[in-house]
Structures are given as C-alpha cells and as structure tokens.
C-alpha cells in the first residue's frame, strides 16, 4: 500500500473543500433612485389644440364639460430596473382639492415633448396602474400608482383623474408632486 504524502493529503482536502464551497453571492440592498419629470405638460379636453407646454403648475380635473390630464416624461436610465410611479404631498400641503380622488396612469406609445395639445397627445398603450389620492391634512401622503419594469430610457404616462367632479392642483417641487423610483 503506498501513502499519499502529507502536503498532498492536505492540498487535496483544502482544494476539495474550495471547489465545493457555495459561490458567494451578493446581498447587499441595491440603492433607491428617486427621478422628477422632466416633463409635466396638461392637456385639456376643452380647449383640445392649446399647447400650454411644460409646467410645474400641476392641474389634474374631471368635470362634465371635460377634464384636464397631465403628461409625465421621465428620463431613466436604460439598465434602471423596478420603476414605481408614486405621488407624494406632505402634510397639509398647499394644495387644492377635491377629496379624494381616483387617478388612473396610462402608458404612452411614445415620449411626450413640452409642446403637446390634447389633439396632438400621443397614444395610449394600456392602463399601467391606478391609486386614490386622498391628501392629509395631518400627515404625509404617499400613494404608489405604478408598478412596472423599466421599459427604455424615457417613461411617459398620460394621468387622469376618475372621479366625476375631481381636481388636485399644486406647484410641483421635491416635497409635493409625482415621481419615479427605480432600483429599489
């Protein structure tokens, strides 16, 4: 019987315990990335060819005589992953409104530019998600609208409010208004 020598028993056993070692994988929470519209343009149903163009005046209605939507652009970039429309106000915020109100976010066929009228809106791909917004008086509001894949660089959704009789009006800025989250 010939013996293995003691370095090789011992490399092999170490070599062996390597290669059957799980390879190590990464846990770590990716970061959240928060992005603003680059474009906020309304569209109104009653003056259907007024171009009004990018805003941060956001005015969303539904009245029996028409309704007013916002177009949102969000430039992403093309290996963003998880992208969530939210809406966020913090409490009592300076806004008007209506109550609660039922707001539904459509996907656009193609990306928005500043001087779009209702008749010159792109088309609707499909319903991408809905939310009631119902704005606190007490405490911040943060409702997500959207839940989607990252589908190109640029996210463009057409919103509108549901309710009969809605309105939400406001100055956009980092504390009140829509955004994108991606990677989160």
């Given at each position: 019987m010939?013996?293995?020598p003691?370095?090789?028993?011992l490399?092999?056993a170490?070599s062996s315990?390597?290669?059957a070692?799980p390879t190590?994988?990464?846990?770590a929470?990716?970061?959240?990335?928060t992005?603003?519209p680059?474009?906020?343009?309304?569209v109104?149903?009653s003056?259907?060819t007024?171009?009004?163009?990018s805003?941060?005046?956001?005015t969303?209605w539904?009245f029996s005589?028409?309704s007013?939507?916002?177009?949102?652009k969000f430039?992403?970039p093309?290996e963003?992953t998880?992208c969530?429309l939210?809406f966020?106000?913090v409490?009592?915020p300076p806004?008007?409104?209506s109550g609660p109100?039922d707001?539904?976010a459509?996907s656009?066929?193609?990306?928005?530019?500043s001087?779009?009228?209702?008749?010159g809106?792109?088309?609707?791909?499909?319903?991408?998600?809905?939310?009631?917004?119902?704005v606190?008086?007490?405490?911040?509001t943060?409702e997500?609208i959207?839940?989607?894949?990252c589908?190109?660089?640029?996210?463009?959704f057409e919103l509108e409010?549901?309710?009969?009789?809605?309105?939400?009006?406001?100055t956009a800025d980092?504390n009140?208004?829509?955004?994108?989250?991606y990677?989160?």
């Amino acid at each position: 019987m010939q013996f293995i020598p003691t370095f090789t028993a011992l490399f092999l056993a170490i070599s062996s315990t390597v290669l059957a070692s799980p390879t190590p994988v990464n846990s770590a929470k990716r970061a959240c990335v928060t992005v603003f519209p680059t474009l906020q343009v309304p569209v109104d149903s009653s003056a259907p060819t007024r171009v009004y163009g990018s805003s941060s005046e956001v005015t969303l209605w539904n009245f029996s005589h028409g309704s007013r939507n916002m177009l949102l652009k969000f430039d992403i970039p093309a290996e963003a992953t998880d992208c969530k429309l939210k809406f966020h106000a913090v409490a009592n915020p300076p806004m008007s409104t209506s109550g609660p109100i039922d707001v539904s976010a459509y996907s656009l066929v193609s990306p928005i530019v500043s001087n779009t009228s209702w008749n010159g809106r792109p088309a609707r791909a499909g319903l991408a998600g809905a939310a009631n917004i119902a704005v606190s008086p007490t405490a911040p509001t943060e409702e997500t609208i959207v839940t989607t894949a990252c589908t190109s660089d640029s996210m463009n959704f057409e919103l509108e409010v549901q309710t009969l009789g809605g309105r939400l009006a406001f100055t956009a800025d980092t504390n009140n208004g829509f955004f994108m989250t991606y990677g989160c």
